[in-house]
């Protein structure tokens, strides 16, 4: 019969282990889809209402900086004397899904939204959509 001790270590283990901290994605660069819950509503005191999972992008990408070329010194007038190299996690490919709003009687409605389809490591920009 194993002791006190050790059941509580194996335990501990088989917690740490199952915690999404550990996980390569947690660790490791990289960025991937992720649900969450929204809820729509179609006006402020909320007619129609619905919720549905949708995808985001989370995530980090990798960057660098280092010191800048001496051509590239010599056109900035020294100015530019650090060159960064970065991308952003950020979606790649979208689709739309159809969303049921209950409305407060028995009728619906369904609208249209998006959702990421797909995720890559891009250079860092405002939303293109």
């Known amino acids: 019969m194993p002791s006190c001790h050790a059941v509580i270590i194996i335990s501990l283990l088989l917690i740490l282990m199952a915690s999404p901290c550990w996980s390569y994605e947690a660790i490791g660069p990289g960025c991937h889809l992720h649900p969450f819950d929204v809820t729509i509503k179609s006006d402020r005191r909320g007619t129609c ?7 985001a992008c ?9 010191p800048s070329k001496y051509s590239v010194l010599l056109a900035s007038s ?3 004397n ?37 995720c890559q490591c891009d250079m860092c920009r405002l939303s293109r959509y």
Do not use: D, N, P, W
């Open 78 to 80: 020294f100015k530019h």
């Open 58 to 66: 989370v995530g980090y990408c990798e960057s660098s900086a280092f």
């Open 82 to 118: 650090i060159t960064s190299v970065s991308q952003c996690c950020t979606i790649s490919k979208m689709q739309k899904i159809k969303v049921r709003l209950q409305c407060r009687a028995i009728r619906h409605e369904e609208i249209e939204i998006f959702t990421a389809k797909s």
């Open 49 to 55: 209402r619905g919720t549905h999972v949708v995808q």
